[in-house]
């Protein structure tokens, strides 16, 4: 029977890919409960393992700046990583996002056995030596990314896991929460909306005037406080939140990655383009209306029937009055539930 004890799994996704794994994580967890378990992954994703609790042992890779940076400089870091790696002598290496430089990390691990995704054309699967292998990953657009990590975990007889990615929050970030609504009187029982504008490239955002519109909306006609997340790269339009938003929205701009889920576990509704936030609100609970533009793939979709998910042709298409439907019956559907709960 194969029993390993000390697993390295590489899950060096972007934050939302890492929300994606959860799944994967919390099957390989339940598979192999006496197992240590470390997790290769870059440091936004890290506190997102580290909240999952299906992890002893995070290892953070900056794999961009590996891939980006100055030569000499990231030939020595991936030196010292591999040095790293070695040096905890693990047994089993899961690559879940499988690319050539993680399933190389792998192979250069030391562990007798390893499994790889296999992605033709982006991974060297040919380094795995797990047998059986897992199905060949095809059309990547279509199947969920959800059940492309689990496919992984095929050979291990993983069968009818959990889909749900799942996050809890932690009491400190809770209480940190708490004091920032209560400094901002937000704590007072109306509903909280959380709308986050930003997105990784221009073509992926709502525009933003239109995201203050629908704050409009919702204050007026629903009583509701709006929360406006802010991120590192949503920094460079602060100034015009400030100006184009009603003045009574709470911005909050200096989170952490665990300060943000728990923020997000207080939401009724959050209003998000494609972004690893709008993943995070799901994992805690909370419904999401999703603004995509139609080339965006499916496979990334929040899982669940609580959320909404809004395409036109281009994003900046999508009216606020489509949004503010959407948002107004995830509303209307809570307070039902409230009612039928008293």
Known sequence: MFDPRNILVIDFGQLGDVVLSLPALRAIRKRFPKARIT????????????????????????????????????????????????????????????????????????????????????????????????????????????????DVLIPLDVQNADRLPALKTRVADDAAIERILRKAKADAGAPLVGLFPGAGHPSRRWPLEQFASLADFLIRNDQVKILVFVGPEERTFFKDIGRQFPPSVLILDQLTIPQLAAAQARLTAFVS????????????????????DKRAPESYLPQGDRHRVIYNNVISDITVEEVYAAARSILASGRTATLFAS
């Open 39 to 150: 997790v290769g992954v870059g440091k936004p994703g890290a506190e997102i393992v580290d909240l999952s609790g299906d992890a002893d042992e995070t290892l953070i890779v900056d794999r961009v700046a590996l891939r980006d940076g100055f030569i000499p400089l990231s030939i020595y870091r991936v030196f010292k990583i591999v040095q790293d790696v070695r040096r905890k002598k693990f047994d089993f290496v899961i690559d879940l996002h499988s690319l050539s430089e993680t399933n190389l990390l792998g192979f250069l691990s030391g562990a007798s056995k390893r499994l790889y995704s296999r992605r033709p054309g982006r991974s060297l699967d040919y380094l795995a030596n797990f047998r059986p292998r897992p199905p060949l990953e095809i059309d990547h657009r279509k199947r969920h990314l959800i059940d492309r990590y689990l």
């Open 273 to 292: 383009n494609d972004t690893g936030p709008m993943h995070i609100a799901s994992a805690v609970g909370t419904p999401v209306v999703l603004l995509l």
